[in-house]
């Protein structure tokens, strides 16, 4: 994947600027933004669903550290209102693989999907995996989108 390529050229230069790539998927505008700090890179998405379908109810979905390690099984929580896009987030196999890494969450607000994460310098070869977890994602709430109308 040419994104997730470019993304680790520049993690692995060391380069301290940041870096912003801009491309569409599946009619959605996504922007990708790495910021390399000393021995972590921050990681943020956004996609920006196109003028069809409804606004999304905010919420932001992440990983309960305290609940996780009293439970010893990972926990998430939602902050905002639940509606259908945040049920299918929570219940989705593909986002609460991505909220599992460091200081990882999904916001929805608008037209906005937003996944933000820290990522140690060892762990770059999981740009791939997550920028592809981030599509399947994008495509599920967008056939979420297109069956909702169907059934009004």
């Not at 196999?93 to 969450?105: C, H, K, P």
């Amino acid at each position: 994947m040419k994104i997730a390529e470019d993304i680790t050229a520049h993690i692995q230069q060391k380069k301290l600027e940041e870096l912003s790539i801009t491309d569409t998927y599946k009619h959605w505008s996504v922007n990708y933004a790495v910021l390399n700090e000393k021995h972590k890179f921050n990681l943020q998405i956004i996609a920006t669903k196109p003028y069809t379908g409804s606004d999304f109810v905010p919420c932001s979905l992440r990983k309960d550290n305290l609940l996780s390690i009293l439970s010893r099984y990972p926990n998430f929580k939602i902050k905002g209102e639940s509606s259908i896009d945040s049920d299918l987030l929570f219940s989705d196999s593909n986002a609460l693989s991505i909220l599992m890494n460091r200081n990882a969450r999904l916001d929805l607000e608008g037209r906005t999907l937003l996944f933000s994460c820290a990522i140690r310098m060892n762990g770059i070869e999981k740009i791939s995996q997550i920028i592809d977890e981030f599509h399947l994602i994008i495509q599920k709430l967008q056939n979420r989108d297109v069956l909702g109308k169907r059934n009004k």
